[in-house]
């Protein structure tokens, strides 16, 4: 842009000194340029807007001159108290047929978008009117993606915003007419949840660019009555897969930043649910929700056993306690984990997790040993509580009042640690039996929810040796 602007000035500097101008380089570079600048400018605040178009009202859109009915048909869409006034605009504009004007047109349209209002036709006709009246990018625009269809232009654009990778998505809107924030006009808003709505469909294939541009496009201050459509289309298409590990992250980070993390912040995501209940109902909008709670569980699993595999010092019997728990987590069968971290520990540990670029949440554990840790976990109706160290692996039924709460800031680790309780409370250790705590463990977690650990089965049943 610059560099055709300067050689227009340079042409224009030439001619001033009396040599010719080109006689065809020029001219065409002044189409050329006219057909960038063709572009839908910066809504004016509404504050300053609202005073003159009452004062143009009372006036009336005949007698304006140019500059202030130009200012009319750009922001009398602003509030329906000025349809009238727009309209009466429209009608002289429409008869006089003056570029300017014809580009005011385009602006207050595209700017404003007033989808469920009456005067929408007539903005809609009087616009596309306008964008083929001239040899300009409108014309284009207007032909290629509809723009002046109400019900087609964002859809179309939606679409080749899919088709683009997100390196192109900022291009595309320049080319389009809609500037470098799709989050400015009223268009782009309604452009932005279809965009939403069609990456929510895509099968997982497909879905990752999208994303991507969808991340890059999102404006958290015009966007944010949106999230919810967001949400959707950044977690529907991992229902049934896995994303790779970046992209993941990627996606949890700006989710964990704009709404927060559905463990700790449920009323947000409550509030998501229920809308996107209205459009998808309420079973749908509940699933795609849990993807996200299940990626955060997943994470806080194997970054706990990571972590505490590199600080125990026996790491022989940590890898036998992580390959039995994370056969449950890879069939899906640990719907909740919480890591519970001692005083002394915790620096130690959330460093290990930060390194791998996630962002962990856990409770602090006070009282007990002080580099003692523990991982909260819930499968089917019992909570357990697995330690880091030599202490016995703790089972409650969820509905005891003892049982350790989920996603709590502090425990008190004497209670984490009890060996007593009601007859639905049992503690075991680790320590080797034929066949082994795995079968023991097993045992007790079928028995009380009837579900089968995916390698030992049933476990191992109640027997002499046993001493329940």
């Known amino acids: 842009m610059s560099f055709l602007r300067a050689a227009i000035d340079r042409m224009d500097a030439l001619a001033s000194a009396g040599l010719a101008k080109p006689p065809t380089t020029q001219p065409e570079l002044q189409r050329q340029l006219a057909k960038f600048d063709a572009s839908i400018g910066e809504a004016e605040p509404v504050v300053e807007l609202k005073p003159f178009l009452r004062s143009a009202a009372d006036n009336g859109a005949e007698a304006l001159p140019r ?15 000025f349809d009238e006034l727009g309209s009466t ?5 429409v008869e006089e047929q003056r570029r300017s004007s014809d580009q005011a047109m385009i602006d207050g349209y595209l700017t404003y978008f007033p989808m469920n209002r009456p005067i ?14 001239h040899e300009w990018a409108w014309r284009e625009r207007a032909q290629h993606w509809e ?24 291009q595309l809107m320049r080319e389009v007419g809609l500037g470098s924030n799709l989050a400015a006009s009223g268009f782009g808003q309604v452009t932005f949840a279809r ?14 660019s999208a994303q991507r541009s969808l991340l890059r496009l999102f404006d958290k201050e015009a966007l944010a009555g949106q999230i919810e459509l967001v949400v959707r289309a950044l977690l529907e ?8 590990p970046e992209h993941r992250k990627a996606i949890s980070e700006f989710l964990l ?7 700790l912040q ?22 795609v929700t849990q993807v996200f709670k299940r990626w955060l569980t997943e994470v806080a699993m194997r970054e706990f056993f990571r972590a505490i595999a590199k600080t125990t010092d026996r790491p022989d019997q940590w890898a036998q306690r992580e390959k039995f728990w994370m056969a449950y987590l890879d069939d899906g069968l640990i719907s909740d984990a919480w890591p519970a971290l001692g005083v002394r520990a915790r620096n130690q540990i959330e460093y290990l997790i930060r390194q791998s670029g996630e962002r962990p949440e856990y409770g602090i554990i006070r009282g007990g040993p002080a580099s003692s840790s523990s991982i909260i976990m819930q499968i089917g109706d019992l909570r357990i509580s697995e330690w880091s160290d030599n202490g016995s692996c703790r089972f409650w039924s969820d509905s005891d009042p003892n049982a350790p709460k989920l996603y709590a800031k502090i425990y008190d680790g004497g209670k984490l640690r009890t060996t007593a309780g009601r007859t639905d409370f049992e503690y075991e250790s680790h320590v080797p039996a034929s066949p082994g705590w795995e079968g023991k463990f097993a045992g007790i977690i079928n028995r009380r929810t009837s579900i089968l650990h995916p390698r030992f089965g049933k476990g191992r049943g109640r027997n002499w040796n046993d001493r329940w």
């Open 67 to 81: 500059f202030q009915l130009n200012r009319v048909l750009r922001g009398a869409w602003c509030d329906p108290e």
């Open 89 to 93: 605009a429209l009608d002289r504009a």
């Open 120 to 133: 929408m036709g007539k903005l809609a006709e009087a616009a596309s009117s306008a964008a083929l009246r």
């Open 147 to 170: 723009l002046f269809a109400p019900s087609q232009g964002p859809t179309r654009v939606a679409q080749d915003l899919i088709a683009r990778d997100d390196d192109h998505a900022f």
């Open 195 to 208: 965009f939403c709505v069609a990456t929510a469909e895509l099968p997982p294939s497909k879905a990752v």
């Open 237 to 244: 298409p991992w229902v049934k897969e896995k994303p790779e």
């Open 257 to 263: 930043d704009q709404v927060g993390d559905p463990r």
């Open 266 to 287: 449920r009323p947000r995501w409550d509030r998501i649910v229920r809308s996107l209940a209205e459009s998808i109902g309420e079973e749908r909008a509940l699933t």
